[in-house]
């Protein structure tokens, strides 16, 4: 399951968010003292990192996301500096380097605590991206309580029919079926279907594919007519071909995107 909309899809073309921020980030008006200079340019260092790291270009996108936090700590300004840190384990944990990624994700989670408390979405999210490092890192059993943790704030923050609470979810349901605990996952599997209808429509893919989750969990708990009725739904979304000609074959996992705070 995907991770929530990110800064490209909320602002437009990544190019043009770059130009504003840089425009905003050299006004002396918007930034005028030392402090808020640096503040100035650990956002635009951030955007641009994510800019290259869209552009497939690793290198110039670590490069920006180290100097985002080096002027986030510069700033003084904490939830900036959570917020450095979260891209800087998300460009690292995309690429495949959950190990790196790892310790920056458990001080954005250290950081954002600080600045807001322990229940803000911000939070969530850095405990969220710290749980599906430690589950890519191969502690599958250490990222439950993690995601536990995420799913408990988001659900005090959010109302139920929303992306995150849908993703929340997804991620726990993966995480218990790795662990063989399947009819905890099918719970969590359940929520997840449900919101995901609620908030994209019964038509959408991540709907079909929890479908799908259902039904492989429904078929390891031994009900097998009710995994072929989840089975058949999942097939009316795809438009694909009958029940008996398909094996129930997809197994969820953790978000390997990383959310961005």
């Known amino acids: ?63 920006r996301a180290q100097a985002s936090v080096r002027h986030a700590e510069e700033s003084g300004v904490r939830g900036v ?85 849908a993703t929340a979810t997804a991620n726990l349901g993966a995480t218990l079926s790795r662990l063989g605990r399947h009819a905890e996952a099918l719970t969590y599997f359940r929520e997840s279907a449900e919101v995901f209808s609620a908030v994209e429509g019964p038509e959408s893919n991540d709907h079909g594919l929890l479908r799908i989750d259902i039904a492989n969990e429904l078929r390891e708990v031994g009900q097998f007519q009710d995994a072929r009725a989840s089975l058949a739904i999942a097939l009316k979304v795809f438009g694909a071909q009958p029940v008996e000609h398909l094996s129930l074959i997809h197994i969820s996992e953790p978000t390997r995107q990383a959310e961005i705070s």
């Open 1 to 63: 399951v995907g991770s929530e909309m990110c800064i490209r899809d909320r602002a437009g073309p990544m190019s043009s968010l770059r130009t504003r921020v840089s425009q905003a980030a050299r006004d002396p008006e918007r930034f005028p003292t030392e402090s808020d200079e640096a503040l100035g340019q650990a956002l635009l260092a951030r955007v641009e990192a994510l800019v290259f790291h869209y552009d497939g270009d690793e290198r110039r996108a670590l490069e």
């Open 81 to 165: 500096l959570g917020q450095a840190l979260n891209t800087q384990g998300k460009i690292l944990n995309d690429r495949g380097r959950t190990e790196e990624a790892r310790p920056i994700y458990e001080r954005a989670v250290a950081v954002q605590t600080e600045a807001w408390g322990e229940t803000h979405r911000a939070v969530a999210t850095a405990v969220n991206n710290l749980g599906t490092a430690v589950a890519l890192s191969g502690d599958v059993e250490g990222s439950v309580a993690h995601f536990h943790r995420a799913l408990t704030i988001r659900r005090a923050l959010l109302p139920h029919a929303h992306r995150s609470i």
